[in-house]
């Protein structure tokens, strides 16, 4: 399994990519086309089967964007979210579903209970 992460940057119309600590770099005219540029170039660089990314935008010209390859076991994931990345990276499965909470049902307050009428 392999992680790669690329400080994107957009300059003057062109998102350019670097990868963090590695040889990896890429540009395009637009994010989506850089995404698909580096998961290309992150699944030549390891043969592991299956591809999960995360893009998350910093500022309006500049982006994180990750990819995991070997995370999942044979599909391919592209998504727009940091929750995604932010669970494979750290080592983390499927999500877990949420507790159910109880709740406890309100009652109606009546005006009689405060002791004032609005109309007095």
């Not at 990868?19 to 994010?31: K, L, R």
């Not at 043969?47 to 995360?54: D, K, L, T």
């Amino acid at each position: 399994m392999g992680v790669y992460t690329f400080v994107c940057r957009n300059t003057g119309g062109e998102w350019t990519a670097k990868q963090h600590s590695g040889e990896i770099e890429a540009s395009a005219a637009t994010p989506y086309e850089l995404q698909r540029r580096l998961v290309a170039a992150a699944s030549a660089a390891d043969s592991a089967s299956g591809v999960q990314s995360s893009f998350s935008m910093v500022s309006p010209s500049s982006a994180v964007f990750q990819v995991i390859v070997g995370a999942v076991g044979g599909g391919a994931m592209i998504s727009g979210g940091a929750a995604v990345g932010g669970a494979a990276a750290s080592g983390g499965g499927a999500a877990e579903a949420p507790k159910e909470e109880k709740k406890e049902e309100e009652k109606e307050e009546s005006d009689d209970d405060m002791g004032f009428s609005l109309f007095d």
